[in-house]
Structures are given as C-alpha cells and as structure tokens.
C-alpha cells in the first residue's frame, strides 16, 4: 500500500480509501439496495482493510440515513483504532430533514450538520469534511466562510468538495485565496474506465491547481466487475440500482480489454480496472466499497498490480474518449511546444 499526499496539503492517506455505502442499509430504501451490513459485518471490513494497510475511510451524513457514521464511528472504537493512525472523512449537504434548511450548503446547514456527524462518528472532529454536491442557490462563499468555521472551531481539520464542475472548484479556490479561507483540499468524483469525461476539464485542473482526486465508484457499480456482459447479473446491484450509467457498447469494449490482462495475471478483472486507476496521475485514492471480506481483499490487491505500459496503452484505446473541442484544438497548437519539451529530455 502507497500513501499519497492529498492535494497541497501534509496529509498522506492511503491510495485505497474505505467506502462505508454498505453499512446500515434497511427496508426497500435505495440505500438497502446497495449494502445491510451491520456493526459485526463492518468491523470485520475495518479491521481487514486497516491491516491490509488501509489508513483512510469514507463516509456521509446520507448513507443509510445517517446509519453509517454510527456503524463506522463504532467500529473504530471497537477495535480499538488510535485516532492518529486514522483519516476519516465524511460529507455534508445532502437532506437529513424534511424542512428546506435541512439540505444544502448554506452555514445555517452544514454547521448543524457537521455537528451531527460527529455525535454520530463518536469523534471530537473529522479529519476530511466534503460538500456533498453543488447547491445552485447557496453562494459559494457562504459555504467557504461556514467551513472556514469548522476548521477554526477545530471541528474539521481539511475540507473538500465532492461532485462539483471544474469551473465551481476553480472559483472557489480563488475566493478562498481572496478572503483568506481554507481552500479545498480534494475532490471526490466518478471515474472510471467506463467513465473518463473527468479527464476533459477536471483532472488538468485538480493537477494544476493541487487538488487531490477520491475516485468514488470505481468498479461502475460493480459493472467493472465483468460479470454483467457475461450475462449473469443476478446478485448484482445494478440490476436494483443502474448507477452510475454506462453505455453498453463502450462497456462491453472495454471489458473485452480487460479480461485477456486479467486472465494472464490470474487475477479479477476487478482488480485490474482498479490497477488501471491507480497508475492515473490525477487519482490520489480509489474509495473501494465492499459486503464481503473476500471482495475488499480482492481489491485491495489492486495496489500490488503494475501494469505493463502495453496493458495500460490497451487500455487505454478501448475507454478512449471521443475527440472534443477545445480539446483536439489544445492538441493540435501545442505540438510544437511538446516536442520541444520531450527534446529536452
């Protein structure tokens, strides 16, 4: 296991990140859809995860309705974890009422909300507090200044942001550097083989402006899996829950490149799309969620694989974007620039 600095900051976290989705689900919610593990069934993920090396994990206020930051803050205790071996991150922003305030990034919000996360983790403060989506009414300042806060308080000690735009992370990044704010240290996105528009505008901008990247989903909702091409999805969740999308035809190309690599190594196709993730120079952790101990040492395997630069070339060809505008136009005019730079060399 490697441990990465995250964005600009002194924090090293480990490159595969605990997701805790899977603790707590009930009922017929979405949430029963994607995981019902309880506090026994989490521990034994904890522990296994922290001795495969893993020192970060990942939760929010939504998961389970709030049922998951109570199984996860047990589940440290239970074990016994120091708290200085640890990150843990959650989220705020999503409904956790039924009133209009109860959602959203404003500071009436997120004060009450970060509180109530740590009632619930069982902790004096959370070491990664992130946005949980973009909230087109709430200034972005607003946020910054309520976050500010948090930190000031000694609540939270790094905030990030999760499923926002490049545009959205840049401005923030200025106002915080304006008014003097803590800037954002990470964002948390979907990226996959699958699904690589992130590479467009928000990895060259978390590279340039030193943002680290979570990689949430990183198996496509188990899509990465291989098992839904081959025909036999039954005890999948996306066959309940078809998140995130993925277009077929794309999907199944790219897991007809995977499984020749993945079969060479002996090894699942899974751990293979989690490789793949790992070598990208833009990912700083790859938040891997699991319901069985088996399936979390499988992907926590994934920080063993160095892929072959003709794997990774393979790859590559199959997810490859379609050319986009100014992307193509960025290519074409900075030619010369680049081959003078590899000249150097």
Partial sequence: MRYNKLGRTGLFVSEICLGTMTFGGSGEDMWAKIGQLGQDEADALVRAAVEGGVNFIDTADVYAGGRSEEITGQAIRNLGLKRDEIVVASKGFGATGEGPNARGASRYHLIDACKASLKRLQLDHIDLYQIHGFDPVTPIEETLRALDTLVQHGHVRYIGVSNWAAW???KALGISERLGLHRFASLQAYYTLVGRELEREIAPMLLSEEVGLMVWSPLAGGFLSGK????????????????????????????????????????????IALAWLLH??????????????????????????????????ALDDASALAREYPGWMFERQGELQRRLLAQRR
């Fill in 280 to 313: 990208q120079r833009a990912v700083t952790s790859v938040i891997v969620g699991a319901k069985r101990p088996d399936q979390l040492a499988d992907n926590l395997a994934a920080a063993d694989i160095d892929l072959t630069a003709e794997e990774l070339a």
């Fill in 168 to 170: 959205q992370i840049t």
């Fill in 228 to 271: 839904y091409s081959a025909g036999d999805p039954a005890d999948g969740r996306r066959t309940q829950f078809d998140f995130p999308p993925v277009e077929p035809q794309r999907g199944d190309a790219v897991i007809a490149a995977l499984r020749p690599i993945a079969e060479s190594r002996g090894v699942s196709i899974a751990r």
